[in-house]
């Protein structure tokens, strides 16, 4: 495999553009017409690999050319899910990359600006993302006519309200336009009437940094990264009880097993693996004998669960499942936006329940209503917020029945003689 995202996060500092070298997948784009490029984009099968997996080059050839002007596109960086950290290694190690990678994707796009929605915490980042765009359009790659090609192109950096639902693409676009981070109706789609009503294309910024390694390389080349049914390269994550926390790239159909036991180094010196999220908080969880599964949108829905942004979450034997399904539904309960009822009362309803056992108050059929809560909250909600918090607590009900039953039935954690405290 060929390092194409992270060539260069060895070197001490993110590249300056004299590092970086020139923009040659900028270069080689605007000598093919859009079309073009969206066809090769369309071979490579890529996907959005922000959480949804939508195709890419349907998504980019979804706004007509005569679709009123102008035509935006906003690269999502609010990155603020548990588990997820892959767009920040970018952010912080490559941020050349980030800008030719959005020159080339505006241009096939057909888009007239550009804007990256940074998450909050990563002010740092931005910042250097801010000096990169200034180099570049210094050097005549950003701005008017780019490289005399008549293509022009101002990319804005902005830092997010940090609140999660800022990630959420139609909130994020009210964040942009500084209303309240709500979610909004769909019809009509950000492709219809995104930022200030015009035609707007959301991406996913590690979605967007595979676009120039296809335009240089070709899609033979791109297929030919993969692993075990995957194309292309991936950037995974694992995070929890392991030795050698992090993120790497790798080729797209890793397993689970060579993630979590060869890069992640293997959990901590006597603790043992009970499962793993395989794609952040909001997915379901998967157990031990699924380690040898490739890691792909495909064969991770097949095992009902959601690859998401493939950013692993450890759950080891010393952590009381409970628990720990009680940390991921706090952040839930914090970050609901409080638009729609389900989600803003539903969920700290249900962490109520959850606390009440963890602390050995359960009562006998606490976990059957809990089961019969994330199905109402999931399809009575108004965005994914809700079934994505409820993804993670429904499988652990079931999966960790006997551990939750065990809790209401000796009125006490087996884990816990007495239950921390902690802030919603
Ligand atoms: S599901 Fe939650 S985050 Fe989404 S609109 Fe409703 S309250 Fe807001």
Known sequence: ?????????????PPDLKTYGDYRALKAALAQKPADLLDQIGQTALRGYGGAGFPLARKWSAVAADAPRP?????????????????????????????????????????????????????????????????????????????????????????????????????LLNALEGRRANPRSKPPFPFQQGLWGKPTLINNLETVCQVPGVVLNGVDWFKA??????????????????KNPGCWELPMGTTARELIYEHAGGLLDGHALTAFLPGGAS??????????????????????????????????????????????????????????TPCRDGLPYAHSIL????????????????????AKIAPNSFCAFAPGAVMPMESGLKL?????????????????????????
């Open 1 to 13: 495999m060929e390092a194409v995202l992270s060539r260069h996060f060895h070197l001490p500092e």
């Open 71 to 171: 035509h935006y596109m906003v690269i999502n960086l609010d990155e603020t899910e548990p588990g997820s950290f892959k767009d920040r290694k970018l952010l912080y190690r490559d941020p050349h990359l980030i800008v030719e990678a959005i020159l080339v994707g505006a241009y096939i796009q057909g888009s007239d600006r550009a804007f990256v929605f940074v998450r909050g915490e990563y002010a740092e980042g931005a910042q250097g993302l801010q000096r990169a765009v200034d180099e570049a359009r210094a050097a005549g790659l950003v701005g008017r006519n780019i490289l005399g090609s008549g293509f022009s192109l101002d990319i804005d950096v902005h830092l997010s309200a940090g609140r999660y639902i800022c990630g959420e693409e139609t909130a």
């Open 283 to 340: 997915t379901a969880f998967l157990l031990p004998e699924h380690l040898d599964a490739s890691m792909n949108f495909d064969s991770v829905a097949k095992l009902r669960s959601r690859f998401g942004t493939c950013g692993i979450i450890v759950l080891d034997d010393q952590t009381c499942p409970l628990d720990f399904l009680i940390a991921i539904n706090a952040f839930f309960v914090r970050e609901s936006c409080g638009f729609c």
């Open 225 to 242: 990264q993969g692993v075990n049914g995957g194309e292309g390269t991936k950037l995974y994550s694992v995070c929890g009880p392991v």
């Open 400 to 424: 960790f029945a006997d551990v939750i039953e065990r809790h209401i039935a000796e009125g006490a954690c087996p884990w816990h003689a007495v239950p921390a405290r902690r802030a919603v």
């Open 355 to 374: 606390e009440r056992i963890e602390a050995g108050q359960g009562r006998p059929g606490d976990r059957e209503h809990l089961l019969e809560l994330c």
